[in-house]
């Protein structure tokens, strides 16, 4: 069964305090990984899309990883700005359609 | 970027009322959309594939006789939840494949809560 787990299940940090935030999956291929932002009462906002492993990608404070089994979304010297639900997803090969099947998040808090 | 608005944002209905949500994607064109509804600390799970003129696949557990969906063109999708009841409340958010990327990146409306007394 396909699936993706997310960890930690919550993130605090101090500003400035860089981590990662894991996203394992099974899948019985992988099309794509993708990473999004949520905000409360907000719906998802694309961050990257990830498709083979070894690929990295890059947008401000942010750098997403992916290997054979698992990605990796690197924040550098957070902002408080940056407190959001980090939702992982994957796309899997040969799937009717084109569903993401989404990890249950990671909730980040950034403190001044 | 590609954007996908919805209508309402937030609903209230009685108990035993239909309520429509609209999902639109502004600035290209989608030849398919998701519907996902999301609990409260939950993850977002895939309600329903729309694809632009035919028939909407369902997931499995999804009633489709209560969750209509229409994909009438290649901007809207429409779902409307029938004879809805307390446990339908939740977070419905829709998403639009942008149909030129043959990588299939989706963006996500807003989303709309409905609750339902």
């Known amino acids: 069964e396909d699936q993706v787990t997310q960890s930690p299940e919550a993130l605090r940090l101090q500003e400035g305090e860089s981590s990662s935030l894991n996203c394992s999956y099974t899948?019985?291929?992988?099309?794509?990984l993708f990473w999004y932002r949520q905000d409360p009462g907000k719906g998802p906002e694309f961050l990257f899309t990830?498709?083979?492993a070894g690929e990295e990608k890059e947008k401000e404070r942010l750098k997403a990883t992916l290997t054979k089994k698992e990605s990796f979304l690197h924040i550098t010297a957070p902002k408080p700005e940056d407190s959001a639900t980090y939702l992982c997803?994957?796309?899997?090969?040969?799937?009717?359609?084109?569903?993401?099947?989404f990890g249950k998040g990671t909730t980040l808090s950034v403190s001044s | 970027g590609a954007v996908v608005s919805q209508h309402p944002s937030r609903v209230i209905c009685k108990s035993g009322t239909s309520v429509k949500i609209e999902c639109r994607s502004l600035d290209f064109q989608a030849t398919t959309m998701f519907w996902y509804r999301q609990f409260p600390k939950q993850s977002l799970m895939l309600m329903a594939t729309s694809n632009e003129g035919s028939k909407a696949t369902y997931e499995q557990g999804v009633e489709k006789d209560k969750f209509l969906i229409n994909h009438a063109s290649l901007t809207l999708s429409t779902l409307t939840v029938t004879s809805a009841h307390p446990e339908d409340s939740s977070f419905y958010i829709c998403s639009a494949r942008v149909a030129v990327n043959s990588y299939n990146e989706q963006f996500f409306g807003p989303g709309t809560r409905l609750t339902v007394l």
């Open positions: 899948v019985s291929g992988l099309r794509g």
């Open positions: 997803a994957v796309q899997a090969l040969g799937q009717a359609g084109t569903a993401l099947i």
């Open positions: 990830l498709y083979s």
